[in-house]
């Protein structure tokens, strides 16, 4: 954020300064707001990597969660790979 010090330079119309006074003021002023911006510009690039790699770890969780809670086979499958014996005991315990 800029603060008022950073903006005074910025008061060219001020009859304080002289024509060549008021231009090396406004140069300052120009190349200390392209400062400040691209320190913004920056730090948001850095945030917005910090977001898109949580959600990316949050897909990556979800997908996990996901397979570990759907069935791996329908019910008619798992049982008809089980031995004849064990069958009729899932059978009658269902």
Known sequence: MLM???LDPLKLTSPRFSEAGGN???SAAMANL???VHGLVQQMRVEQQTIRDWVDSQAERH?????LLQP???RGEVVSAI???AKRSVEEKT
């Open 4 to 6: 008022a010090r950073e």
């Open 24 to 26: 090396k003021a406004a």
């Open 34 to 36: 392209a400062d400040a």
């Open 63 to 67: 997908r996990e969660i996901k397979d």
């Open 72 to 74: 791996r086979a329908p």
């Open 83 to 85: 031995a004849p014996s």
